[in-house]
């Protein structure tokens, strides 16, 4: 009888351990008795229901956020790599040097001094060196590189890096300060040009990747999307900037925007910033525009446009202005084409060549393209009045500066 009450005993005592233990585990893991029971007895329900099928790709769209295990089975994986190796070889890294004179002056302490001799020359002018940083763009396996104009403007030696750790010398070819966009040419072979996305649209929400050399500090790509489109900064007469919020920073001027395929489609020229870093606003000139700079600096050393002679502005901003569309004629230049015709300032012109004009920025990309010495009809109102005139348009004048 002893042992019998000895096994009793020794049960009563595992089943209250067992109890103990699956409380504990409870407590820790909720859901580990249930999946416990599930493997041990699956439900008739269950047993029926055949086992998911496991795939190698998510679905393009899904209505609801995947669990943490059906993220675990999704081996895919989003990435870029393919877009940065086919556009990165074409991307350089550009230091200029330029010799910069300096004058050492004395300021006079007292305020009312200063107002009389703001400064006196102390000693002959020095010279020191300079130098400047920035990227570019292999566009053709010749050697033709797009960069800013700003980059190397007024560089007395401009050393160009390839991708593959060649360093090499540039000269340039030509300049437009009105796209700030420079050609330059170096002698070397096995290029690698850039493909250009010329064909489909660029559109708000692409996903873009700027490429280049941010403050020396090697080849860099970032990622973002295209913001806007059509941007204008007020700061050169032909812009029609590309938005982005891929980080732009001192030394990717220059540099080369590229789409999800590594296709250029912008050339990375601008950024906006009241602290001097990269604030998620930065802007590339459309590949178009750098295109047919490209073409006539190659072809002529130079851009060749067409030029009414004459300022204009947006009638919508003229707050006297009944018309919806046009420009505003606000200045003639003196013995200009349009002068010679009869414009004035105060016209209202809304077509050309019986087209209607929209705004400022549309005037000045046609009359750019038209070749100098065409004859344009221009239409509008002037003084309420019916406006008709013959334009035979001028080469636009170039604009100076030191690069």
């Excluded at 993220?71 to 040097?97: C, G």
């Excluded at 890096?161 to 437009?176: C, M, P």
Aim: charged content about 15%; overall charge negative.
């Amino acid at each position: 009888m002893r042992n019998f009450y000895r096994f009793a005993l020794f049960v009563a005592q595992c089943i209250t351990l067992g109890l103990a233990a699956a409380f504990i585990a409870t407590i820790i893991s909720p859901t580990l008795v249930e999946r416990l029971r599930h493997t041990i007895s699956p439900t008739s329900e269950e047993t029926a229901m055949p086992a998911p099928a496991v795939t190698q790709s998510a679905p393009e769209h899904s209505t609801s956020i995947a669990t943490e295990s059906e993220r675990d089975d999704d081996r895919m994986t989003v990435s870029y790599s393919s877009a940065v190796s086919h556009a990165a070889p074409s991307v350089v890294n550009i230091y200029t040097n330029k010799i910069v004179t300096q004058q050492q002056y004395l300021v006079p302490s007292n305020p009312a001094v200063q107002r009389l001799f703001p400064g006196i020359a102390v000693g002959p002018p020095t010279k020191r060196p300079e130098r400047g940083l920035g990227s570019g763009v292999i566009v053709n396996a010749d050697g033709y590189v797009l960069t800013n104009n700003h980059v190397i403007q007024g560089a007395d030696e401009i050393n160009v890096a390839l991708y593959d750790g060649r360093v090499t010398t540039a000269r340039v070819i030509g300049t437009d300060a009105e796209t700030d966009l420079a050609v330059l040419k170096i002698d070397a072979s096995n290029l690698p040009a850039i493909s250009i996305a010329d064909k489909n649209p660029l559109n708000v929400g692409d996903v873009v990747l700027a490429i280049g050399n941010p403050f020396g500090i090697g080849r860099t790509v970032t990622m973002g999307i295209v913001s806007a489109l059509g941007r204008q900064l007020k700061k050169s007469i032909y812009e029609d900037f590309i938005q982005t919020d891929a980080a732009i920073n001192q030394g990717n001027s220059g540099g080369a925007l590229v789409n999800a395929y590594g296709e250029l489609i912008g050339i990375n020229s601008d950024v906006f910033t009241p602290s001097g870093g990269n604030i998620g606003i930065g802007f590339a000139i459309p590949v178009a525009t750098a295109k047919s700079v490209l073409e006539q600096i190659v072809a002529h050393g130079k851009v060749i446009r067409g030029w009414i002679g004459a300022e204009y502005a947006d009638v919508t901003s003229l707050q006297t202005s009944s018309t919806t569309h046009g420009v505003a004629v606000i200045g003639v230049y003196e013995k200009g084409p349009a002068a010679q015709a009869g414009l004035r300032a105060g016209d209202i012109l809304t077509t050309m060549d019986g087209e209607p004009i929209t705004n400022e920025l549309e005037l000045r990309n046609r009359e750019a393209s038209i070749a100098p010495g065409t004859a344009v009809k221009l239409g509008g109102t002037r003084n309420g009045q019916n406006l008709s005139l013959s334009i035979t348009l001028a080469e636009r004048p170039q604009r100076q500066t030191s690069g």
